[in-house]
């Protein structure tokens, strides 16, 4: 997966992972197919209604701030968002996209040029984002982080890395 194509569902700043996956859920929603159904569902009523495969979810400053619950991604992840754009992300929130092989971008100006309902192309390999306003730039990921995202995450990468069976996400119960 080197090219990311879908349209555009864009946020403020400081999204919390309360709004992202609503911490009412985080014990008792553990079905992925459950999950994508709450996915935005306190920010956004109408996004699990019309997000489709390769869509990308964009935020202002400090995206993913809050709690360090991992079904804030993968609610996203389930829901079939290909990638998430923020001008910052929280540090865990980052690092736990790219753990569930969700690419994670970082760019300001980018944010500031898109608009929701936009269609983008996000190149990975090249690290180029394709949009109506032009092309922005961002840092291809080193190839260890591609192979993560390509695997679907760091736990079917190190499976794989380890000639073990490959599994599919694991549920978080």
């Excluded at 009412?24 to 489709?52: C, G, N």
């Excluded at 736990?96 to 092989?101: D, K, R």
């Excluded at 994670?104 to 690290?127: Q, Y």
């Amino acid at each position: 997966m080197s090219v990311i194509k879908g349209k555009i569902y864009k946020y403020g700043d400081d999204i919390n992972t309360d709004v992202i996956f609503p911490g009412k859920y985080t014990y008792t929603v553990t079905d992925p197919a459950e999950m994508a159904k709450h996915a935005m569902e306190d920010l956004d009523a109408d996004f699990v209604k019309t997000v489709a495969n390769g869509d990308i979810v964009v935020g202002g400053k400090n995206f993913g701030c809050g709690s360090s619950r991992e079904q804030a991604v993968k609610c996203l992840k389930f829901s079939g968002v290909g990638a998430v754009i923020a001008k910052t992300f929280s540090r865990i929130y980052f690092r736990n996209l790219i753990n569930n092989g969700v690419p994670a971008i970082v760019n300001p100006e980018l944010v500031d040029s898109l608009k929701k309902g936009d269609r983008v192309e996000v190149d990975l390999k090249r690290g180029v984002v394709v949009t109506p306003k032009g092309e922005f730039s961002f840092p291809a990921y080193p190839t260890e982080i591609q192979e993560i995202i390509n695997a679907g995450g760091l736990i079917p990468y190190t499976q794989k890395k380890l000639g073990l069976p490959v599994t599919a996400d694991i549920p978080l119960d």
